[in-house]
């Protein structure tokens, strides 16, 4: 294309060709910032989200030929339905268990708007757990009528350096809140049936700061999992139970003792998780 007086719209950018004794001034014309723009204004908006097929969810999905069927409707209207005692309370666990798993989640405006410290002291408070303060020496729970004295906005002379979670419902999903917690020295999750291998490999994860570890009770736990204590390099006590009543628990604790010198396990039989020890550390 032979040179052209450029306008707003195209920028042109000059280039000369010598051929004989005539010279060619050719302009590669090259859309401006001003011209990609106003072309991006008449596109129309993208739609994100795409529309589902007509009578998709409905009953007459499942007769319309030109329509998709639902397979989740087609799945639900072919399983037997029953009504038995049994059939309902395994309806309702798994319909609980869902539940607190959604109520467990990580909730990233919680934590900047309270903080990790009092945004863990109200996950554990609320469900019936204790947390201890730096500096205190009681305990923070609920009162006689359920009622949580905590702040509701950042504070930052609440540092939560204990924390009692004994026999309350965690789950996977929930340990995920005890992040950002440098202060932390003491836990105990005595007693939390869930609490299993993986959790344990989250803890230790999560508590690195930890001192004190009570994890006993807990059925769950194995040797596989008792493996992972060897992340929590500040660790003096370890509380566990030897349900499998198996030489590996004892000689993977052994382990544990011999990679940190300053580490003390104490495992307990079944019968004796109940009145495990339940010495505090220092503030």
């Not at 509701?152 to 995920?176: C, E, H, Q, W």
């Amino acid at each position: 294309m032979f040179s052209r007086k450029s306008n707003i719209i195209l920028r042109c950018t000059p280039l000369c060709i010598k051929h004989g004794n005539v010279q060619y001034v050719l302009r590669k014309k090259t859309y401006s910032d001003e011209a990609k723009t106003k072309k991006l204004k008449t596109l129309p908006p993208k739609n994100w989200f795409k529309p589902p097929p007509p009578n998709q969810g409905s009953m007459t999905s499942l007769f319309l030929g030109n329509a998709e069927p639902n397979v989740e409707l087609i799945k639900w209207a072919s399983t037997p339905i029953k009504f038995g005692i049994k059939d309902v309370k395994n309806w309702y666990k798994k319909t609980s268990e869902k539940f607190e798993d959604e109520q467990q989640q990580f909730i990233q405006e919680r934590h900047e708007i309270l903080g990790s410290n009092l945004a863990i002291a109200h996950f554990i408070v609320h469900r019936g757990g204790k947390i201890m303060l730096r500096g205190d020496t009681a305990w923070i729970q609920k009162d006689e009528n359920d009622v949580v004295k905590l702040p509701r906005r950042f504070d930052p002379k609440y540092v939560v350096t204990m924390i009692d979670a004994s026999g309350m419902n965690l789950r996977y999903n929930g340990l995920m809140n005890f992040c950002n917690l440098g202060s932390l020295k003491w836990v105990s999750f005595k007693g939390c049936e869930h609490l299993d291998d993986w959790c344990l490999d989250r803890i230790t994860a999560l508590l690195t700061t930890v001192e004190y570890l009570d994890i006993s009770n807990c059925k769950k736990i194995t040797h596989r999992g008792l493996v992972a204590i060897y992340k929590m390099p500040h660790l003096k006590k370890l509380l566990v139970t030897n349900y499998d009543m198996s030489d590996e628990f004892e000689l993977t604790c052994l382990m544990l003792e011999e990679l940190n010198s300053n580490l003390q396990c104490e495992i307990l039989e079944p019968q004796d998780s109940s009145t495990s020890d339940s010495s505090k550390i220092d503030n």
